[in-house]
């Protein structure tokens, strides 16, 4: 097989200049991607309203409208809620037990005479860490709202004039090529909506079930703050492989440095790992991974890639992105392998 250097070099060229725009232009493209998810997401209840007889507009209007609505009361709720925790890590965590217990076991396990660590210089440090943790915590809260409420808008507006223009967009697309594709490119539009109504459908569906699990779980250990700490962790099970590690170890530190016992940190340890288990076991391959057609290795350069590129956002829209690529890969035939390569049947091929 004779590889051309020529070809070679410009694919090379364009992924690179690709790259370096999609990372410089995160400002525009964050959004026009969270958009064009959002668009397969409301795609159905605006076809449903105009069937109704409403206007293209008010159809639109609506369920943009009543999303907009929930996302506001929740993460208003949630963004006060996370602000009290920060704030009781000033006062309400039992710094003294915890210090305590650090400098016993680490003076039981140092040889005497070599080192020894006090108590009262262990818990001053805990004091001055939580302290450059905890108001931070709040500013970084309000700034990481303020940069939702601007990209969020941003990506309203772009989910409202796509789904406006959506025919004549679909049109324009679907006669790309000869009028004999016409047909193809229809089909696979389709094809793509139906792989952004799976996923964020499954989505929204894993994120209400883990909620209700750590909630139950936390609240029977008696967590203050249990819905928030529940609804942090079942969120950041958007990431894929760390979102739900992350989210769920916020609770157990929580646990350890504000209760004296110290078992019912020990307790929910053990109550995440059989959650996180039944999450990556059967909730998200059933639910949110049928859609996604990636196999792992796939699905993990998504992330990786996708962290490069836009940080958490790309975390967040390149395993759908990703999804949705291979969709179109497919129905090229020079790309017809890396169709393959990424897909989710690879593990079955001899």
């Known amino acids: 097989m004779k590889i051309s250097l020529q070809k070679t070099a410009y694919a090379l060229i364009v992924i690179v200049l690709g790259v370096l725009i999609l990372k410089q232009g995160g400002f525009l493209f964050i959004p026009l991607a969270f958009s064009f998810i959002g668009v397969s997401f409301y795609l159905r209840p605006v076809q449903w309203l105009e069937s109704k007889g409403f206007n293209s507009i008010l159809s639109i209007f609506i369920p943009l ?12 709720f949630m963004t006060s809620q996370i602000v009290q925790v920060a704030k009781s890590m000033d006062s309400d965590v039992n710094i003294e037990n915890a210090s305590e217990k650090i400098a016993e076991f680490f003076n039981d396990k140092v040889p005497p005479g070599m080192m020894s660590v006090d108590e009262e210089e262990v818990s001053e440090n805990m004091k001055n860490m939580l302290g450059d943790v905890g108001m931070p915590l709040v500013g970084g809260t309000f700034k990481a709202t303020g940069w939702v409420v601007s990209n969020g808008v941003l990506a309203l507006v772009f989910t409202f004039l796509i789904l406006l223009y959506r025919r004549g967009i679909a049109d324009v697309i679907t006669h790309l090529g000869s009028k004999t594709n016409a047909k193809e490119h229809t089909q696979l539009l389709l094809r793509l909506a139906k792989t952004g109504q799976q996923y964020m459908s499954g989505l929204g569906l894993l994120i209400v079930i883990l909620t209700t699990l750590y909630t139950i779980t936390f609240y029977a250990f008696g967590l203050e703050y249990s819905l928030v700490f529940a609804f942090i962790a079942a969120t950041l099970a958007i990431i894929p492989y760390i979102g739900t590690t992350l ?19 020990l307790g929910l340890i053990g109550a995440i790992i059989l959650i996180q288990s039944l999450e990556g076991n059967f909730l998200t391959p059933k639910i949110v991974g049928g859609s996604m057609k990636l196999n792992p290795m796939a699905s993990l350069m998504a992330l990786v890639i996708g962290n490069y590129i836009w940080g958490l956002a790309g975390m967040i829209l390149f395993l759908p992105l990703a999804a949705m690529a291979r969709i179109v890969i497919k129905e090229i035939e020079p790309l017809k392998p ?6 989710d049947k690879i593990t079955n091929t001899e």
Do not use: K, M, R, T
């Not at 929580?254 to 209760?259: G, K, T």
């Open 247 to 265: 989210g769920a170890s916020l609770p157990v530190i929580y646990a350890y440095i504000s209760y004296d016992n110290h078992y019912i940190a």
């Open 65 to 76: 409208l009543i999303g907009s609505i929930i996302v506001f009361f929740v993460g208003y």
């Open 338 to 343: 890396l169709a393959e390569l990424s897909g």
